[in-house]
């Protein structure tokens, strides 16, 4: 199956969805995971496509920040930027790698997954679902209490 179909079939942001057998749900969702972790990322953009806006939040590694598809208005991501020079000194590069693979393989509509990647000379850029409401961490804190 050509590695577009495969994309294409990616289960929706949310809602329900219809399984008539989970077996053969199961048995689908590892194979499509397997070759979209292993697989060549086919939505890598230019940075130049997005309006960044404003910073979301800010971690040991990367920023957060909200951007806009200019040719799709409305349609806004949060973009995880991570520095290269970081990684590298820090010997995280691996590890960033890995979380790019299994961002771009997940496919549940509960998880977060990757629509768009892009680097330049000093970053790498991981397009996520933009999602109001903040960190789930920060709600689960709370709800614990």
């Avoid at 953009?45 to 910073?55: A, E, G, P, Q």
Wanted: charged letters at 25%; hydrophobic letters at 40%; aromatic letters at 18%.
């Amino acid at each position: 199956m050509p590695l577009e179909e495969t994309y294409s079939r990616r289960l929706p942001l949310y809602g329900a969805l219809k399984i008539e057998s989970h077996e053969v749900y199961l048995t689908e969702s590892k194979k499509m995971f397997e070759e979209m972790y292993n697989s060549v990322f086919p939505y890598v953009l230019d940075i130049s496509n997005f309006k960044f806006h404003y910073l979301l939040g800010e971690g040991a590694f990367a920023r957060v920040i909200l951007a806009e598809y200019k040719e799709f208005e409305g349609s806004f991501y949060a973009v995880k930027a991570v520095s290269k020079r970081s990684l590298v000194k820090t010997n995280q590069v691996k590890a960033a790698l890995n979380e790019k693979r299994l961002l771009q393989s997940l496919n549940h509509p509960f998880i977060i997954r990757l629509e768009y990647f892009s680097k330049d000379p000093s970053f790498i850029y991981f397009f996520l679902p933009f999602i109001c409401g903040g960190e789930m961490f920060t709600h689960l804190k709370i709800w614990q209490k």
